[in-house]
């Protein structure tokens, strides 16, 4: 092991190309310790090797492929006890192209694509390196961006499923330029991890827009003061508080569903913008409930697609807010377990609505399965939607 102080970054050195086969392509040295590290190699002592490399070049525009590989080994073996588990080569660059386009083949890519499968991150990984590993021993430098997918399909099927696979295509024909966006609604009471599920998913399905009806009401209350709608300044378990319960009616509901009415002119704002712009969107919140919104108004403009999200163990919401209370000093636990009770008849109250408009309701029992399942469900729902068009 070397004991000298390398592994510290200098100051900025030239850029040095690499040329392989009349192709020239700059030298990296992200992309040097990934193939050191993936080799077995410790991360201070690619670090290290990598700048050294470079260092060594310094003077000259650019070095080939094989003697770098050299200086590579000739370094590392001078310098370091621990040998690399394969020769040192360097990483070789796949190209993937598509109508006059091209674009580096990147695993980490090809691996967050395949989570639109609704499979595990490892598998996912797993399959895009396996698929990378395939390319490189056919000795295939460019492929063609279907011919990658077909590739990704085959995999999943073998490793996984056939239903994985098809889960996989169908989200990738939605990611292709559409005259119409994907919007997935998860409404749902307070603390049952709604948020997190949203921004999980969209990332998963490649989904850059994600908004939150906490959001939506918090710029209505910036327009509307506390005198003219009283409920946009309030919390949706205590909006009741002051105030008058309609006849024989629970005010709790009452008053939470006069705040989800209102907010709900937000919803549609941000449901009619992503359309307009043809623009795929996950929206979570409490304000989501069930037959607020006629879904049917939309049908021609967007694939909507609409869960509810619970937690139907009460010791497990408990233990959320003793979370959040730990993740956030603004959002003390003690504030929510006080109004517990409240907060479970929302609950309620969801999956009654979720029961009578025929909305599907995701038990939030295991944030990973609750992920996977939110994602099976958009890809069948989207399969479903195509087949029933078709006919």
Avoid at 129 to 154: H, K, T
Avoid at 363 to 385: G, P, Q, W
Wanted: charged share 25%; proline share 4%; net charge negative.
């Amino acid at each position: 092991m070397s004991t000298d102080n390398k592994s510290k970054l200098p100051a900025e050195l030239n850029q040095l190309f690499v040329e392989d086969g009349g192709r020239r392509r700059p030298y990296m040295r992200g992309i040097m310790i990934h193939s050191l590290m993936a080799r077995g190699g410790r991360y201070e002592d690619a670090l290290e090797t990598a700048q050294a490399v470079l260092q060594k070049f310094e003077s000259r525009e650019a070095v080939a492929r094989e003697e770098l590989a050299e200086a590579v080994a000739e370094y590392w073996g001078s310098h370091f006890s621990e040998p690399l588990v394969e020769p040192v080569t360097l990483p070789e660059t796949i190209t993937v192209v598509w109508e006059g386009a091209s674009t580096p083949f990147s695993k980490g890519i090809l691996s967050q694509s395949l989570l639109a499968a609704a499979i595990d991150p490892t598998d996912a990984y797993d399959v895009a390196r396996d698929i990378e590993r395939r390319l490189l021993v056919a000795g295939i430098r460019q492929v063609q961006r279907g011919d990658l997918r077909r590739r990704a399909y085959q995999a999943l099927e073998k490793r996984i499923s056939k239903e994985a696979a098809e889960r996989y295509l169908t989200w990738r024909k939605y990611q292709e330029p559409a005259d119409r966006p994907v919007i997935l609604l998860l409404g749902g009471a307070t603390g049952t991890g709604k948020t997190s599920l949203a921004l999980e998913v969209a990332h998963r399905l490649g989904i850059g827009r994600v908004i939150s009806t906490d959001s939506i009401r918090q710029v209505m209350r910036t327009m509307l003061s506390p005198d003219l709608v009283p409920a946009l300044h309030t919390s949706s378990f205590d909006v009741h508080v002051g105030m008058t319960a309609s006849s024989g009616g629970d005010p709790v509901i009452d008053g939470f569903h006069g705040q989800a009415t209102t907010v709900s002119v937000g919803v549609r704002g941000a449901m009619d913008r992503a359309i307009s712009e043809n623009c795929s969107l996950v929206m979570d919140g409490v304000s989501l409930l069930p037959g607020l919104i006629d879904l049917d108004d939309y049908h021609d403009q967007a694939d909507i697609i609409f869960l509810v999200v619970a937690v139907l163990d009460e010791d497990a919401m408990n233990e959320r807010f003793q979370s959040r209370a730990k993740e956030s000093a603004k959002r003390p636990s003690h504030r929510y377990l006080k109004h517990l009770d409240a907060i479970i008849n929302i609950q309620d109250h969801f999956l009654e609505a979720a029961e009578r408009f025929g909305i599907p309701i995701v038990n939030n029992s295991s944030f990973e399965n609750s992920a996977k399942l939110i994602i099976r469900h958009v890809t069948e729902s989207l399969r479903e939607n195509d087949s029933t068009e078709s006919n």
